[in-house]
């Protein structure tokens, strides 16, 4: 392995490194060594996302999962010292994800819901063990030397998950609605116009 | 790692009351946990305890009068001298106890440790003797030898719970209780509809043994090329046991009453048992909301085939029938959160427990008497099994779209949960005071029965 690591001191009850986690917010990140042919696959994978149309789908729907990104790295960039100069000799691949609730539910998902996705994204990096069953595939991920802790990471609504920030901006919506036609609607028509808010927008509340 | 072989659960070494609810037929268990002096004192106490243990063999001589179960904490392995790199090989969670574990169980505040009953959470209880007893004269018999035997040995009863079954088998809140279990392949694999992994096409099937019991494939070797088994203690502790989670539970039944028919003024012409109802997600007698949305089956039996047959995700997907924030649809979530449970199926436990103190009259006031559920359960990891019901299903509600919501029925770490019961017009249940209080726990692990001998025996 080349990897390049930052040392991770101590964890959270999670497995996760302290400086991964800002609120509701986790950051998980996994940095992995890729094969000869996956210099060839992955640049064809990131451009034709149609080879995976139900992994994307699935990934949408899976609301605490904030985003999932996966891009390839050939060489690491000098900031000048005291970096040290890192010269990698095989590409990698540079995963990062934030994600709300608990980090073995996060990789549950991949496991029992993203399977082949996984196995596309991964595939080519050494020592994959394949997403399922999800206990190698989780030991894969916490390995130290492919786990990187965020120097800077930052959440703008560190006590809200994803869900709760969708809910509210639905429930903005309609509010903001009701309050523009309220002035021309009689009190019974409010009444009936707001219970009906309330029906519409009653998984928000 | 240990592969697969053979799946047949040796019912002659695993402790009977694991695969069998003793409560359905008991009307008394009571749990007394032991500090043990010497390390060999307590060795020689335990050989004679295995030779009572009740073992997961059908009864061949109907129901005997009662059963002896053993169970032990970290701090108990460590009082009876096992080496470290044999404790090292238990799990994390245990080890560091229910009490270690207690901000991460949202066990702060009114639940903390430190107000816990005591001789819990501290490191005093080492050994769990569960006696279940059919009646009276039987369990004065059984405890009356236990206590003789933990003196004679120069140990010491540190708790010792008294809990019984109330009238109608209910418990303290009026519910009848303890129907969905999961269904366990080679024990009760007829319970499948309903108890089991849900499948496509609305099949389920029953859950790998490994789930529950120690030493065999779990969910995870039904899917590995390699047939790897679950992590677990070193042989021969490793084989046919579990571990256990105990919680008592202080229930406030006048708040509940009061705040449920209070409420109940604003809701459905006043329907205070179907507000009930939609706080737990089943009727009184137990019916679910979900196939019963509005009126209780008049007839249910809960161990009726098919009686817990139902999902979420189709017939009530916005939970209309039966509320998204539940009490039962939180704990066992079955397919509400989608996929077809495939997020949910590996956080299941089988459930035991046992009401303490006597019911509070209807209509009485609080009489500040302890009542409450002693919460039993069986999981081969704790921090998958109940750590994640607990944290990530009952404390907090994001995963169902509920917010930062705790269980209504639990209340959460913080004072003053809600619920919003959705319906054609919502109806919120505003913020009260919890119900329910812990008063403290311990985890436990629960050998085979060779296991507990091993124990026992151990080199010191």
Known sequence: MTAVTTPVLSETGTGTPPGNVDGQAIAITVFSTVKRWGRAWLPVLFLEPKLLPQTLGTLEKLSFIHFARWSMVTELAWNGAPQPKT?????????ESNFNGGWEEYIDAFSYVLREGMAAFWGSSYGFPGAVPPGPFKDYIKTSDRRL????????????TVT???????????????????????PEQFKAEFSALLAKGQRCL | MTTAT????????????????????????????????????GGAWLAGLADQITNAEPWADGKPGSHLNVALTCAGLTALGLPDDVIGSFSAEFRAGMAGRAERLGDIGRNA?????????????????????????????????????????????VVEQAAHTLPGSREHFGFADGFAQPAIEGATDDRAAGGGVPLRGG??????????????????????????LPSAPTDPLGRNGTYMVWRKLHQDVAAFRDTISTAARHFEDGDEAKLRAKVVGR?????????HPDAPATDFDGAAAGANDFRYHGPDQHGAKCPIGAHVRRSNPRDSIGWEGRLTYRHRIIRRGMPYGDPLPVGAADDGEERGLVFACFNASISRQFEAIQVQWLNDGNVFGLGHDADFLMGGIAEGGSMVVQGECPFYLGP???????????????????ALRAIATWPR
């Open chain 1, 87 to 95: 010269r990698l000799r095989r590409p990698h691949l540079y995963f």
């Open chain 1, 149 to 160: 802790e965020a120097s800077h990471f930052y959440s703008a609504y560190a006590d809200s």
């Open chain 1, 164 to 186: 709760i920030v969708k809910q509210a901006l639905e429930l903005d919506g309609l509010v903001a609605d009701l309050r523009e036609r309220a002035a021309e609607l009689s």
């Open chain 2, 6 to 41: 053979a799946t047949t659960l040796d019912l002659a070494d695993i402790q009977g009351d694991i695969l069998r609810a003793y409560g359905n037929a008991y009307a008394s268990t009571t749990y007394v946990f032991v500090r043990i002096g010497d390390a060999t004192a």
């Open chain 2, 113 to 157: 440790p430190d107000r816990w009953d005591d001789g819990l959470g501290t490191g005093a209880a080492h050994v769990l003797v569960t006696v279940n007893a059919l009646d009276e004269p039987h369990l004065g018999r059984a405890l009356a030898d236990l206590r003789a035997e933990v003196a004679r040995h120069g140990h010491e009863i």
């Open chain 2, 203 to 228: 099949r389920w099937r029953p859950f790998a043994p490994g789930e529950f019991i120690l030493g065999y494939p779990d969910e995870d070797t039904t899917l590995d090329p390699e047939r790897r």
């Open chain 2, 283 to 291: 009727w009184e007698n137990g019916s679910p909301l979900v196939t």
């Open chain 2, 432 to 450: 009260q005071k919890p119900f329910v209080t812990v008063r403290g726990g311990e985890y436990l692990f629960v050998p085979g029965i060779a």
